[in-house]
């Protein structure tokens, strides 16, 4: 996989370049403690390797060792406390390098790469070491060229390049996807034949996470969001710490990690297994939004036109309600469903969560949607308790209804359906 994914990246770099990518040191948790480590999903697409501190330099126009690999050398006694390292010869044998460097060498021998070069393609940001050298390298290349017409000149962000590229997912991601979004329903539907009134939220969350790991996922996409009663309206909550209680609705935002790639769903259940009137009301107009917007997703229809919809079919659906009142057209001009419904209706999925994909053009026109495209569709209506002007009855439900939909040439697929998320479904799914 990610052989090609470097030769597309080469095909597209500029005469005369070079490419640099550096992974993160590890973070601090504490004083002696380290966070889990996640690479840099522009260098592990590009590269498949995993640790920190590790850089990728790719130089197209050399003969041989046209892709070179600086990374932790092997060392005894820190890999008694860490973990093994893949050291430099593994990273030739196992991971495709050209030639690999101890990362210590880097510093000496990056200038011999950049020499010739014009261009520079490297994005600020990733490791603030690595940084400095890079635009010391850089200065002295403008310098030079103004004296001798050789050294850089130009340095590029490659990361639009790459989010285009990321955009459309290869065989090889799509199964990673089809993977992560298999172990993320599993989670889902464990959750749901667990729960009970008097439950705490952090056991459901216990219970998805435990769910996750058990099935094969490296671990959570993101904090895992277990909701109920009035925090559903709040839209990233993530304390998890409060009693569940009788006649209340659960929403659970949650989704596995699968070698890198990301599921995300979104399921708002009863607790005791049966929706009272007023949240079936308001479940029934989300689940038919839900629907009418996937419906309109198949290659060549504007990226955009799902959150349109959304708005229309929402800003419907709280005119019913009670929430709003009003004619449609104006109140949707003046944005007044952001009220009860203040975000985009989805996003790309990926190595991210919220996969960094530019899904507009140079000109800022929406892109259209393509095969091998991967997005999440999550309508929802938050009615927050204390909002004034609302029907009482409504007051503290949050419903957000969320599936992970493949385009596909004829259309679209999607990948989470089996987490049910009709009413009777769900309702006979938690009283067998």
């Known amino acids: 996989m990610h052989i090609d994914i470097r030769k597309n990246f080469i095909e597209q770099m500029e005469s005369d370049s070079v490419a640099i990518f550096a992974n993160a040191p590890a973070a601090m948790r504490n004083h002696d403690t380290e966070h889990i480590y996640n690479p840099d999903p522009n260098f592990y697409y590009l590269t498949g390797f995993e640790e920190p501190e590790s850089i990728c330099v790719i130089v197209p126009d050399r003969k041989k060792n046209r892709y070179i690999l600086f990374v932790l050398p092997k060392d005894e006694k820190a890999e008694i406390w860490d973990g093994k390292r893949v050291g430099v010869k593994d990273a030739c044998e196992h991971y495709g390098a050209d030639k690999a460097y101890s990362i210590n060498k880097f510093k000496k021998r990056i200038g011999k790469y950049l020499k010739n070069a014009k261009t520079l393609y490297y994005t600020l940001g990733s490791n603030a070491h690595v940084d400095s050298q890079i635009l010391t390298h850089f200065k002295h290349g403008v310098r030079s060229r103004i004296r001798t017409g050789k050294g850089i000149h130009k340095l590029v962000d490659p990361s639009p390049i790459l989010s285009e590229m990321r955009l459309i997912k290869n065989d090889t991601e799509l199964e990673r996807i089809r993977q992560a979004t298999n172990i993320t329903v599993d989670g889902h539907i464990a959750a749901m034949v667990a729960a009970q009134p008097g439950m705490y939220e952090y056991e459901l969350e216990g219970i998805v996470d435990a769910t996750f790991r058990s099935s094969g996922a490296n671990g959570t996409a993101f904090p895992t969001i277990v909701a109920s009663g009035g925090n559903a309206t709040t839209l990233h909550y993530t304390t998890n710490d409060c009693e569940i209680k009788d006649n209340t609705l659960v929403l659970i935002d949650a989704g596995a990690e699968y070698q890198r790639y990301c ?114 569709i999550e309508p929802g209506l938050y009615i927050a308790e204390g909002t004034k002007k609302v029907p009482s009855q409504y007051l503290g439900i949050g419903i957000r209804i969320e599936d992970d939909i493949l385009v596909t040439k004829d259309g679209y697929e999607v990948l989470t359906d089996a987490v049910p998320k009709e009413i009777d479904a769900i309702e006979e799914l938690m009283n067998q």
């Open 263 to 376: 599921g995300d769903v979104t399921r708002t259940f009863p607790v005791n297994g049966t929706f009272n009137k007023e949240q079936k009301e308001v479940y029934q107009l989300v689940l038919d939004a839900h629907y009418a917007i996937i419906d309109s997703i198949r290659p060549g229809v504007s990226i955009d036109e799902p959150h349109q919809k959304s708005i229309e079919y929402l800003t419907e659906a709280m005119l019913s309600l009670g929430l709003l009142k009003g004619k449609t057209k104006k109140l949707i001009k003046k944005e007044a469903y952001k009220q009860f419904y203040m975000y985009r209706i989805g996003h790309m999925l990926g190595l991210d969560v919220h996969d960094v994909n530019c899904v507009r053009d140079a000109e800022g026109e929406y892109k259209t949607f393509e095969p091998g495209m991967v997005i999440t």
